[in-house]
């Protein structure tokens, strides 16, 4: 067994997958590390890449080859293959900094703690580097679970040192065909599957790399994708107590129906999806980022076709 597993999906990264993969190699956890660099039926040169470096360091890197079946498939391939005592995901087209995961392995290890978590930059195409840090206060998994649900934390597992022992104990997976929102299906399952001991460094360790623009999940919102991101609007609806939970599920109807409101071949009539979650009152005094809240507020007020024509608009401004 080694101390860590690194699952590293790959599609497609060429442009920026050495830099990723450069970084791993220089980790100071060395041969400690088990680094997983799932080939998801790349079709330029990526797999060659991720094949160059298993040649080149053998004892840290192995690569599987599979049919493209999307980030949720790569991720499962992974963790079936995974041997370390905790695991993470990094995507192949970030990286980052050398100590990482030995930082995040011994803070996890001496408090025994079955996840740990850092801080991380966003890095942008034009040289800017921002740091995000957020404040969890005592990090337990219920404070945790509730900054998830309302969007001020962010639901990523490549910032989340996690036990192998949880995943296996809880038999948990990642969804087959989820691959929008695929981190924060697994976070929640992790989170409301058991209690879980929680630790967080405010070191930033990870580099993200925001892609504003490309032809990414994020930025392109088709109806095959918004119903990943229905799927787990319906999960939480499914599995989250509404008494307990309302204004968190009033911020999971409020991004279901921002994303619905950017996705121009869906034939699912809006009120099918808002039903009574998105009244009035529920908008306005929901957690959420107050653009989201004005455009469903628009779009009840002005209608669907000028609310769309806002979004695109102003999309650029909303995600930074």
Known sequence: MK???VIVPVYNTEPYLQTCLESLSKQTLGNDLDILLVNDGSTDASGKICEDYCYKYPEMF????????????A???GFNNAVGEYI???DSDDWVEPTMYEDLYRLATNSNSDVAICDFFYNYADGRQCKVKIDYGQPSFSQILHKILI???TCASWNKLIRRQI?????LHWKDGIN?????????????????????TDSCLYHYRRRSGENTYTNNIDFQKWSQLRYVDQWKQLKLDPTKFEKELTVSAIDLAFAYLRTNDTTVPFKQISNNRLSFKR??????PIGKRLIIISYKTLGQSLTRHIINRLYKFIYK
């Open 167 to 171: 995943f296996i104990d809880r038999n």
């Open 62 to 73: 192995r690569t599987f080859h599979k049919e493209n079946g999307g980030s949720a498939s």
């Open 88 to 90: 993470i995901v990094c």
């Open 180 to 200: 929008l929102a695929e981190d924060a299906l697994m976070l929640l399952k992790i989170l409301t599957s058991g209690q879980v001991k929680v630790v967080k």
């Open 283 to 288: 908008v306005i005094t929901a957690p959420s």
């Open 151 to 153: 969007n001020n934390a």
């Open 3 to 5: 101390k860590v597993s």
């Open 75 to 77: 991720r499962e391939l």
